[in-house]
């Protein structure tokens, strides 16, 4: 009885995307279920049947870029093989029939090669590194702005896991560009174009200022008794200098993290070296806490950043670009596919508990 007590039920509200709801429900957690399985861990360095590994470069296409640029590279960028944008058909033409209407898909499809070693996970690499291969998001995604003026978005993303998407285990992140830009992406720039014209501030910036200084007792109205204390602090998982990873109030996923940079920015590729190295640090840290509480868990991260186009022009005080990292611990129900509406059965406050309680050295 006493779990059931404390057990929570209610639905919230994405604050950057109200039409977003998730269905916090903790005993939900008790039911008998198959989770997702945990990403075996391939340890090896190199894999001699692996296309992405040091030595067997003839077996992808030619490099499009190497970190470094001379000698043995650790990062590596070449055109995706299966690609689901291509510029092989260029003339962005748009064709409607009756209702139905349709757009060339064209667009760039990249893999980047996080790592020369065939089985290191993220929270193992060093933190130069990880700088190295944030810089080479930022510049590859400014090349490709550069490349084609039709471009609208371009995405970078990791999958890890064969849960999460990821069809080959050695370590890689993957970039699209594409001529549209993704209604989620296009919902968090319409609202908070939308809270910044009626507030005169940035929704995640006043985010982060709740997170860090906000504190509440909510009373149940009838007995008196209290329902939830909300403490400064409470959904901060990790802080660097000039980063901050936080634990979304309005969880879609039972861990997941988004990473924002503390001082407003919009577009990731104005992101400074600076910036990237405290960004490196933090998402590292992050990543061990995660590996820590969960182990082995398949995940997605994607980096959501300004969009290059004419139509949301003016956004860039109301824009505030961000890592969301969504690790894969349950399958999609009938309900979750059925009415839009994410279930969450790990309250979030204990998530971000359990992740900044972990001990890092």
Request: with cysteine; charged share 25%.
């Given at each position: 009885?006493?779990?059931?007590?404390?057990?929570?039920?209610?639905?919230?509200?994405?604050?950057?995307?109200?039409?977003?709801?998730?269905?916090?429900?903790?005993?939900?957690?008790?039911?008998?279920?198959?989770?997702?399985?945990?990403?075996?861990?391939?340890?090896?360095?190199?894999?001699?049947?692996?296309?992405?590994?040091?030595?067997?470069?003839a077996?992808?296409?030619?490099?499009?870029?190497?970190?470094?640029?001379?000698?043995?590279?650790?990062?590596?960028?070449?055109?995706?093989?299966?690609?689901?944008?291509?510029?092989?058909?260029?003339?962005?033409?748009?064709?409607?029939?009756?209702?139905?209407?349709?757009?060339?898909?064209?667009?760039?499809?990249?893999?980047?090669?996080?790592?020369?070693s065939?089985?290191?996970?993220?929270?193992?690499?060093?933190?130069?590194?990880?700088?190295?291969?944030?810089?080479?998001?930022?510049r590859?995604?400014?090349?490709?702005?550069?490349?084609?003026?039709?471009?609208?978005?371009?995405?970078?993303?990791?999958?890890?896991g064969?849960?999460?998407?990821?069809?080959?285990?050695?370590?890689?992140?993957?970039?699209?560009?594409?001529?549209?830009?993704?209604?989620?992406?296009?919902d968090?720039?319409?609202?908070?174009?939308?809270?910044?014209?009626?507030?005169?501030?940035?929704?995640?910036?006043?985010?982060?200022?709740?997170?860090?200084?906000?504190?509440?007792?909510?009373?149940?109205?009838?007995?008196?008794?209290?329902?939830?204390?909300i403490n400064?602090?409470?959904?901060?998982?990790?802080?660097?200098?000039?980063?901050?990873?936080?634990?979304?109030?309005?969880?879609?996923?039972?861990?997941?993290?988004?990473?924002?940079?503390?001082?407003?920015?919009?577009?990731?590729?104005?992101?400074?070296?600076?910036?990237?190295?405290?960004?490196?640090?933090?998402?590292?840290?992050?990543?061990?806490?995660l590996?820590?509480?969960?182990?082995?868990?398949?995940?997605?991260?994607?980096?959501?950043?300004?969009?290059?186009?004419?139509?949301?022009?003016?956004?860039?005080?109301?824009?505030?670009?961000?890592?969301?990292?969504?690790?894969?611990?349950?399958?999609?129900?009938?309900?979750?596919?059925?009415?839009?509406l994410?279930v969450?059965?790990?309250n979030?406050?204990?998530?971000?508990?359990?992740?900044?309680?972990?001990?890092?050295?």
């Amino acid at each position: 009885m006493a779990e059931q007590e404390q057990s929570v039920r209610e639905i919230r509200l994405n604050p950057i995307v109200p039409s977003e709801s998730v269905l916090i429900a903790t005993a939900r957690g008790m039911r008998p279920k198959k989770e997702e399985e945990r990403a075996p861990r391939d340890t090896r360095e190199r894999v001699e049947t692996c296309p992405f590994c040091r030595g067997n470069e003839a077996k992808t296409p030619p490099a499009i870029a190497t970190y470094p640029e001379s000698g043995e590279w650790d990062i590596r960028i070449v055109e995706n093989l299966y690609p689901v944008l291509g510029d092989d058909r260029g003339d962005n033409n748009m064709f409607s029939f009756g209702l139905q209407q349709a757009i060339d898909g064209y667009g760039r499809h990249e893999v980047i090669i996080d790592n020369s070693s065939h089985g290191i996970a993220v929270h193992d690499m060093t933190e130069e590194h990880l700088t190295m291969l944030l810089s080479a998001y930022r510049r590859r995604m400014q090349e490709l702005y550069v490349s084609d003026e039709r471009l609208r978005y371009v995405l970078v993303f990791k999958n890890f896991g064969p849960a999460a998407g990821a069809s080959i285990p050695h370590t890689h992140s993957q970039i699209i560009a594409m001529p549209v830009t993704p209604q989620n992406v296009l919902d968090e720039v319409v609202n908070s174009k939308q809270f910044y014209d009626k507030h005169h501030h940035c929704i995640f910036c006043s985010l982060i200022d709740e997170a860090l200084t906000y504190e509440a007792t909510i009373y149940d109205k009838q007995s008196g008794e209290v329902r939830r204390k909300i403490n400064v602090g409470q959904y901060v998982v990790e802080r660097g200098e000039k980063f901050i990873a936080i634990k979304p109030f309005a969880s879609r996923y039972e861990w997941e993290v988004h990473i924002l940079p503390l001082q407003h920015q919009a577009d990731y590729i104005n992101a400074s070296e600076e910036d990237l190295a405290d960004f490196a640090r933090v998402l590292k840290r992050t990543m061990q806490r995660l590996d820590a509480v969960l182990g082995g868990a398949q995940y997605n991260y994607f980096l959501h950043s300004l969009p290059h186009d004419p139509e949301q022009e003016g956004c860039e005080h109301s824009y505030h670009w961000h890592l969301e990292i969504c690790p894969r611990t349950s399958i999609p129900t009938g309900f979750e596919l059925g009415s839009g509406l994410f279930v969450n059965t790990v309250n979030p406050e204990e998530a971000a508990a359990e992740l900044r309680n972990v001990s890092l050295d």
